[in-house]
């Protein structure tokens, strides 16, 4: 059974997440990039679906009953996982995901570090790709295993990936371990096709040489020395995908709003309105260049027909999101279906437009190099507003049972228009300087 949601952190590349619950297991992970297929699933069904937990050994003993510390390593994702037995024993559990160096494969890393006195460790990997769906093939080289898809590549799952030490033919390996003074360290790779051969084998040995880099700044949010906006900001860097800028709303799919119901939708994807909201934080804070990345994947993403403008894309920009459901998971806490894609992709929700449009224009309130591609896309983007917005749409709740008019929307689009001849005014732009903008009444 999955931990309670409050119980997991998140630990990330830029590229993907895992999330770790405090029993030391990680129960989420979609690997190569956010988007992927899981090979750790059992977050939407059982241990069986895939996850890879260490922890203190099970033992009928009081002394295995320990208590839980967690903490992240300054600021950082560096993730620190403190076990401490009845006997006052304690091991450290650390988990990070090294950012991706001149595109090297992705790398999971735990390790083990005896803190004081001895602590019977256990770990037990069970790797599932395709959504916890299938057994991955097992091969033998020298010390380690080799988790394979059979080379079908079906739905998305990770091409290879490889864990330290043995491991099971049916994809699993369990092993029992003290862990006193010094560490132990466990690895994990996702391995891209291009990372095949001896030129992979050569960049997987400089990860294991380079230098640990890990989502962090040593910038901190203005009036918080605390560091709690700090946190905050360093969870929303961990939710871009660094190759392209988009941002994703959540590294996960089919957590469910109501326990035991039916919306649980999937939010690996970049939202137009979620991606703004988080563009305008990373502003406040002085993070310009998320801001930058974010509105140059923007441009990339969204060319082409205003009217063909969507709510949301893929992280490197796709359009075609279609929305299936894996049935061989019975999702958190008993709520089905689990969804992979999302519907929602084809809807109208005009207050977008308004979004974009005002992330547009605080971009360049907050001096970002100025470029003629996005005036011309914003100036589009008006153009076909005037024409729409006064049509219903599924809106910001992204109703299923057809098109209405919501307040919300019409606002979005006044804002729309607002922030267009605030731009004329203040900085000069190409425009007519009496734009009438609608009122956010208007026919509704």
Known sequence: MAGRIEDYALIGDCETAALVCNDGSIDWLCWPRFDSAACFAALLGNANNGRWQIAPAVASSSRYQCRVQRRYLH???????????????????????????????????????????????????????????????????????????????????????????????????????????????????????????????????????????????????????????????????????????????????????????????????????????????????????????????????????????????????????????????SGYEGSKPVRIGNAAADQLQLDVYGEVIDALHHARVGGLQRLDAALDFGLALLAHLETVWRNPDEGLWEVRGGRRHFTYSKVMAWVAFDRAIKDVEMFGLDGPDRTMAPHPRGNS
């Open 75 to 329: 600021d950082t994702l560096i993730l620190e996982t403190e076990f401490t037995t009845s006997d006052g024993s304690a091991a450290v559990l650390i988990d990070f995901m090294p950012l991706r160096q001149e595109r090297l494969s992705s790398h999971l890393v735990r390790l083990v570090v005896g803190k004081r006195g001895t602590v019977q460790m256990r770990t037990e990997l069970i790797v599932r790709f395709g959504y916890g769906g299938w057994v991955p093939w097992v091969t033998a080289e020298r010390h380690r295993r080799a988790f394979g898809d059979r080379g079908t590549g079906r739905d998305g799952a990770p091409h290879a990936g490889r864990a330290s030490r043995r491991g099971a033919h049916d994809g699993r390996r369990f092993r029992r371990f003290g862990r006193t003074a010094g560490a132990l360290r466990l690895n994990l790779w996702a391995i891209a096709p291009a990372d095949s051969g001896a030129g992979g084998r050569r960049r997987r040995a400089a990860v294991d040489k380079g230098v640990l880099a890990v989502v962090g700044s040593s910038r901190r949010a203005a009036g918080h020395p605390n560091g709690i906006v700090t946190r905050s900001l360093i969870t929303l860097k961990a939710l871009t995908y660094a190759p392209t800028g988009g941002i994703v709303a959540a590294p996960t799919t089919s957590l469910p709003e109501r326990l035991g119901g039916e919306r649980n939708w999937d939010y690996r994807f970049c939202w137009l309105r979620d991606a703004t909201l988080t563009l305008l934080a990373l502003m406040n804070a002085g993070y310009y260049d998320e801001a930058q990345a974010w509105r140059d994947w923007l441009l990339r993403a969204a060319a082409g027909s205003p009217a063909e403008l969507q709510i949301m894309y893929g992280i490197a920009g796709e359009r075609w999101l279609a929305e299936r459901e894996v049935p061989w998971l």
